[in-house]
């Protein structure tokens, strides 16, 4: 049968190239499956050829169709145009399997729904490719040339040999051949296709991440985002009143009004009652093995000494791996939303809650001080959108010091929000501001005379990245200990993630944990151990302003005593639920799972039904209040 034969060759031109990339990755991590038998691991391509079938199932189908039907009169247009077909999910599949491994390197994941995220974005993006990785850049096209170049002078599929196959045995074959690939496509038999967490065979992290086919992630992650607001059972089923009863409990907040979830009165905890200013000032990609005081490298003394003589948290952890959930969280005070984050999502562009709205009634001017472009991840948009009046970005700068693929320098970023505070502050205005650094981002460009670099490191090493970063910090109080409003400001100093998330386990927990420093004049000097997250962060920052405020955060001030030891984390596609040191994983399509969180390591022990329903109540209400615009 000379159809079956030529889509035959089709898979087997595609099996091998998933194959040989799947080789590559797994001779490049090979040190990472220690933990793990040999021959677990070699289960990654067995389980592997599962998710390659899926895709290449999928790419034959028009043309199987396509050969099939068509009468021979059209046996010179048909191969030329399915030649063309073939190519182009060909030198797609190469680049993304080439594009796989820079994108594993910095997020330790396989390309996902960040992949095409950032596709939006080409000028930041391109910069990067080619300052960070211009060698994988140059070989990815010379290897897609080849590609080209040999599929197009071999003769290796002849799809014009099909049409000597007589049309009536052509069409007889075609439902059994749909069914063929039918079945690949499902590659189960059960009530339920295949789908990602198919690839979830191991133990190790890292050897599923192998296991999975980049194009199948990035297909899966695209259908799996645009059907982010209705498919939150995924982690499981339960009713969403009984899932405000379980949040409200874990959280430490009684759940009142359904309108108006988890608001409650907070009474401040500055005795003096003062209206003091507030602002955030959001550290870009900035974990806690680089901080002296969180026990890491010494490359942050300036925070270092806030963290000495002000209020330090030694057990925070962040909400997700992205800026947008950072921002979110110590903004708003949410946890992380499965799928697209709210800072993106379009029911929540306007009426959600922020520190801005806040305290909006109150007489405060509010801005969002950020260096880069502010339409980067819908930054601007969701500011303005959210009771903030000014959106402060690159093309605001005059002369900047020095300006890099990411905007101008963290030095300009501090000097510019240093004249903006002194402005209110000379109009008798209170105000709420938060400040988004960006050197801290690859390629970590960084300017000249500022810092002394690193021996025996790039000079765009990251850890003269965040010596630089805190550089910034310092020229920053150093300017604003010198004004009037110093003294009437609150500030926090926190980072929105750690600067690669990374490790083989499910969820490596410890690559969450980042500083977080609150400066105030009028408390004295303390260090906060207990498990906090960033929602916590704001509460106490916003305890410390001297209003008695009504707000919906889902965390609490640590100067209260329902404060509550939990922290909500996503990490893909894979929520981790935190209570003191259990852990819960949630992961799509499969059972939760319970772990003991012991020397940075996750130890799984017997299910904790109730912890279980509290992760899942978590996301439930998360999902419904966005869906109802009742986090406002």
Same mark, same amino acid.
């Given at each position: 049968?000379?159809?079956?034969?030529?889509?035959?060759?089709?898979?087997?031109?595609?099996?091998?190239?998933?194959?040989? /990339?799947?080789? +590559?990755?797994? &001779?490049?991590?090979?040190e990472r499956f220690n933990d793990i038998p040999f021959f677990e691991s070699i289960l990654t391509f067995i389980y592997g050829l599962r998710m390659d079938i899926v895709v290449i199932s999928i790419i034959l189908v028009i043309p199987t169709i396509i050969l099939a039907l068509s009468p021979k009169i059209f046996s010179k247009f048909i191969?030329?145009?399915?030649?063309?077909?073939?190519?182009?999910?060909?030198?797609?599949?190469?680049?993304?399997?080439?594009?796989?491994?820079? +994108?594993?390197?910095?997020?330790?994941?396989?390309?996902?729904?960040?992949?095409?995220?950032?596709?939006?974005?080409?000028?930041?993006?391109?910069?990067?490719?080619?300052?960070?990785? @211009?060698?994988?850049?140059?070989?990815?096209?010379?290897?897609?040339?080849?590609?080209?170049?040999?599929?197009?002078?071999?003769?290796?599929?002849?799809?014009?040999?099909?049409?000597?196959?007589?049309?009536?045995?052509?069409?007889?074959?075609?439902?059994?051949?749909?069914?063929?690939?039918?079945? /690949?496509?499902? %590659?189960?038999?059960?009530?339920?296709?295949?789908?990602?967490?198919?690839?979830?065979?191991?133990?190790?992290?890292?050897?599923?991440?192998?296991?999975?086919? %980049?194009?199948?992630?990035?297909?899966?992650? !695209?259908?799996?985002?645009?059907?982010?607001?209705?498919?939150?059972? @995924?982690? /499981?089923?339960?009713?969403?009143?009984?899932?405000? @009863?379980?949040?409200?409990?874990?959280?430490?907040?009684?759940?009142?009004?359904?309108?108006?979830? +988890?608001?409650?009165?907070?009474? %401040?905890?500055?005795?003096?009652?003062?209206?003091?200013?507030?602002?955030?000032?959001?550290?870009?990609?900035?974990?806690?093995?680089?901080?002296?005081?969180?026990?890491?490298?010494?490359?942050?003394?300036?925070?270092?000494?806030?963290?000495?003589?002000?209020? %330090?948290?030694?057990?925070?952890?962040?909400?997700?791996?992205?800026? &947008?959930?950072?921002?979110?969280?110590?903004?708003? /005070?949410?946890?992380?939303?499965?799928?697209v984050e709210v800072v993106k999502r379009n029911k929540s562009q306007q009426d959600y809650f922020t520190v801005a709205s806040l305290l909006k009634p109150y007489g405060y001017k509010s801005s969002f001080i950020y260096g880069g472009e502010a339409r980067f991840d819908n930054m601007k948009s969701w500011y303005l959108g959210n009771g903030f009046d000014e959106v402060i970005e690159q093309k605001d700068y005059t002369n900047p010091i020095f300006t890099s693929t990411w905007g101008v320098s963290d030095e300009d970023l501090v000097i510019k929000a240093n004249?903006?505070?002194?402005?209110?502050?000379?109009?008798?205005?209170?105000?709420?501001?938060?400040?988004?650094?960006?050197?801290?981002?690859?390629?970590?460009?960084?300017?000249?005379?500022?810092?002394?670099?690193?021996?025996?490191?790039?000079?765009?090493?990251?850890?003269?990245?965040?010596?630089?970063?805190?550089?910034?910090?310092?020229?920053?109080?150093?300017?604003?200990?010198?004004?009037?409003?110093?003294?009437?400001?609150?500030?926090?100093? &926190?980072?929105?993630?750690?600067?690669?998330? !990374?490790?083989?386990?499910?969820?490596?927990?410890?690559?969450?944990?980042?500083?977080?420093?609150?400066?105030?004049?009028?408390?004295?000097?303390?260090?906060?151990?207990?498990?906090?997250?960033?929602?916590?962060?704001?509460?106490?920052?916003?305890?410390?302003?001297?209003?008695?405020?009504?707000?919906?955060?889902?965390?609490?001030?640590?100067?209260?005593?329902?404060?509550?030891?939990?922290?909500?984390?996503?990490?893909?596609?894979?929520?981790?639920?935190?209570?003191?040191?259990?852990?819960?994983?949630?992961?799509?399509?499969?059972?939760?799972?319970?772990?003991?969180?012991?020397?940075?390591?996750?130890?799984?022990?017997?299910?904790?039904?109730?912890?279980?329903?509290?992760?899942?109540?978590?996301?439930?209400?998360?999902?419904?209040?966005?869906?109802?615009?009742?986090? @406002?």
């Amino acid at each position: 049968m000379k159809l079956i034969k030529e889509l035959f060759k089709v898979y087997v031109i595609f099996v091998a190239v998933f194959l040989i /990339g799947r080789f +590559f990755f797994y &001779v490049v991590h090979f040190e990472r499956f220690n933990d793990i038998p040999f021959f677990e691991s070699i289960l990654t391509f067995i389980y592997g050829l599962r998710m390659d079938i899926v895709v290449i199932s999928i790419i034959l189908v028009i043309p199987t169709i396509i050969l099939a039907l068509s009468p021979k009169i059209f046996s010179k247009f048909i191969p030329k145009f399915l030649n063309i077909y073939i190519l182009a999910f060909l030198l797609t599949a190469v680049f993304i399997e080439c594009a796989s491994f820079p +994108f594993f390197a910095q997020y330790d994941l396989r390309p996902n729904y960040l992949f095409i995220e950032y596709l939006e974005y080409p000028q930041e993006v391109s910069s990067l490719l080619f300052k960070d990785y @211009k060698l994988e850049f140059i070989g990815a096209f010379v290897i897609i040339f080849l590609v080209a170049r040999t599929y197009l002078k071999s003769n290796f599929i002849n799809f014009e040999k099909v049409f000597e196959q007589s049309y009536i045995s052509r069409i007889l074959i075609l439902l059994p051949i749909l069914l063929v690939l039918f079945l /690949g496509i499902r %590659s189960s038999l059960g009530h339920r296709p295949v789908n990602i967490s198919d690839a979830l065979y191991s133990t190790n992290r890292v050897i599923n991440e192998i296991t999975k086919n %980049s194009l199948h992630s990035l297909g899966y992650a !695209y259908y799996s985002n645009k059907k982010t607001e209705s498919n939150v059972s @995924k982690y /499981g089923k339960m009713d969403v009143k009984e899932a405000y @009863k379980i949040a409200s409990s874990a959280i430490g907040v009684d759940y009142k009004d359904e309108k108006r979830p +988890f608001y409650r009165e907070v009474k %401040s905890n500055l005795e003096s009652k003062k209206q003091k200013n507030l602002v955030i000032f959001i550290q870009e990609s900035m974990g806690y093995q680089f901080t002296g005081f969180l026990g890491g490298n010494t490359l942050t003394p300036n925070l270092d000494n806030l963290a000495k003589n002000y209020i %330090s948290f030694t057990n925070l952890y962040s909400n997700g791996t992205r800026s &947008v959930r950072g921002l979110a969280a110590l903004t708003s /005070g949410t946890l992380p939303i499965h799928g697209v984050e709210v800072v993106k999502r379009n029911k929540s562009q306007q009426d959600y809650f922020t520190v801005a709205s806040l305290l909006k009634p109150y007489g405060y001017k509010s801005s969002f001080i950020y260096g880069g472009e502010a339409r980067f991840d819908n930054m601007k948009s969701w500011y303005l959108g959210n009771g903030f009046d000014e959106v402060i970005e690159q093309k605001d700068y005059t002369n900047p010091i020095f300006t890099s693929t990411w905007g101008v320098s963290d030095e300009d970023l501090v000097i510019k929000a240093n004249e903006k505070f002194k402005s209110y502050s000379k109009n008798k205005e209170n105000f709420v501001s938060v400040m988004f650094s960006s050197s801290n981002h690859m390629p970590f460009e960084l300017p000249d005379g500022k810092i002394e670099f690193e021996k025996n490191l790039p000079r765009g090493s990251v850890e003269n990245a965040i010596k630089y970063a805190d550089f910034a910090i310092g020229k920053f109080f150093e300017l604003a200990k010198k004004e009037d409003y110093y003294k009437d400001t609150v500030f926090v100093i &926190v980072a929105d993630h750690n600067v690669r998330v !990374y490790g083989d386990q499910v969820v490596p927990i410890d690559m969450f944990q980042i500083p977080g420093v609150i400066v105030s004049q009028d408390v004295p000097h303390q260090t906060y151990s207990r498990l906090t997250s960033q929602a916590d962060v704001l509460a106490t920052a916003l305890d410390l302003i001297g209003i008695d405020l009504s707000y919906p955060i889902l965390g609490n001030s640590i100067f209260k005593d329902n404060k509550k030891e939990i922290n909500l984390m996503l990490f893909d596609e894979i929520y981790a639920y935190r209570k003191e040191d259990k852990v819960v994983v949630l992961i799509p399509n499969m059972p939760p799972k319970t772990y003991t969180y012991k020397d940075k390591k996750l130890l799984e022990e017997k299910s904790d039904s109730i912890l279980e329903k509290e992760a899942l109540a978590l996301v439930y209400v998360l999902d419904d209040m966005y869906k109802n615009k009742s986090y @406002k």
